[in-house]
């Protein structure tokens, strides 16, 4: 399940659970191995847009299937969530558990317009197995991360141009390679709109990338070596 909690007193106590999302209404997951697994929604991205006074939050089930859920009620209630997997997901991506996140961390409601911007990262990877974590023993899959764009305050979505793969980011290497794939991946817009994005690599260092165009593409990236992150 995905909950919140809320605080009218500025953080000093908090009310009860409240759930944004639950299985119950999961529409099942025909590419999840095995399929005892098909049961978890994870990731979720929050968004609030001042403007009116919503939050919309982005989330996966099963790391594959992409959903929203939007609250006008400050987080009191939240709408039926949305599959928006057909904007979010190339048709050439993989379809199956682990192959494709958002965030962690929040989303980006860029200032003085309606657009959302939210961190992401897939596999268009083709090779055979169940996920990232290739028989739970090893990175199964090639991820490279983009990000969800929408201009109309999450109704609609479409996906950046990818931040591009360094060439050593191949598939199915052992986790003590240093495959230079990306992984969890931030944004923070600057004072003059250009974003600026962290994202932890997979081989364990710090990567940055930036976008000129408010989300649209972005910079290759600069891999921090000397850096690493847990």
Same mark, same amino acid.
């Given at each position: 399940?995905i909950?919140?909690?809320?605080?009218?007193?500025?953080?000093?106590?908090?009310? *009860?659970?409240?759930?944004?999302?639950? @299985?119950?209404? !999961?529409?099942?997951?025909?590419?999840? =191995?095995? $399929?005892?697994? &098909?049961t978890?929604?994870?990731? *979720?991205?929050?968004?609030?847009?001042? !403007?009116? #006074?919503?939050?919309?939050?982005?989330?996966?089930?099963?790391?594959?299937?992409?959903?929203?859920?939007?609250?006008?009620?400050?987080?009191?209630?939240?709408?039926r969530?949305?599959?928006i997997?057909?904007?979010?997901?190339?048709?050439?991506?993989?379809? %199956?558990?682990?192959?494709?996140?958002?965030?962690?961390?929040?989303?980006?409601?860029?200032?003085?317009?309606?657009?959302?911007?939210? *961190?992401?990262?897939?596999?268009?990877?083709?090779?055979?197995?169940?996920?990232?974590?290739?028989? @739970?023993?090893?990175?199964?899959l090639?991820?490279q991360? =983009?990000?969800?764009?929408?201009?109309?305050?999450?109704v609609?979505? #479409?996906?950046?141009?990818?931040?591009?793969?360094?060439?050593? &980011?191949?598939?199915? $290497?052992?986790?003590?390679?240093?495959? %230079? &794939?990306?992984?969890?991946?931030?944004? $923070?817009?600057?004072? @003059?709109?250009?974003?600026?994005?962290?994202? #932890?690599?997979? $081989?364990?260092?710090? !990567?940055?990338?930036?976008?000129s165009?408010?989300?649209?593409?972005?910079?290759? #990236?600069?891999?921090?070596? %000397?850096?690493?992150? !847990?």
């Amino acid at each position: 399940h995905i909950v919140v909690r809320r605080s009218t007193t500025g953080g000093e106590t908090w009310g *009860p659970i409240i759930h944004v999302a639950w @299985n119950d209404w !999961a529409e099942g997951c025909p590419h999840v =191995h095995p $399929a005892s697994l &098909c049961t978890f929604l994870s990731d *979720p991205v929050p968004l609030y847009d001042a !403007a009116t #006074r919503a939050f919309t939050v982005v989330f996966t089930h099963s790391s594959d299937t992409v959903f929203t859920t939007r609250s006008t009620t400050l987080g009191l209630t939240w709408s039926r969530p949305v599959n928006i997997t057909a904007q979010a997901k190339m048709p050439s991506w993989r379809r %199956e558990q682990f192959s494709y996140f958002v965030g962690p961390g929040g989303g980006l409601v860029l200032r003085g317009s309606n657009r959302f911007v939210v *961190p992401g990262l897939h596999s268009n990877d083709n090779a055979t197995g169940h996920g990232l974590f290739e028989n @739970n023993t090893a990175w199964g899959l090639s991820m490279q991360n =983009h990000a969800l764009v929408s201009d109309d305050s999450g109704v609609s979505w #479409r996906i950046s141009e990818p931040v591009a793969k360094l060439p050593g &980011c191949a598939s199915h $290497a052992p986790t003590t390679s240093t495959v %230079e &794939c990306g992984d969890e991946f931030e944004l $923070a817009e600057t004072v @003059n709109g250009t974003l600026v994005g962290v994202i #932890r690599t997979q $081989a364990g260092h710090p !990567a940055t990338t930036f976008s000129s165009t408010r989300g649209q593409s972005f910079s290759a #990236r600069t891999d921090l070596i %000397e850096s690493i992150v !847990a």
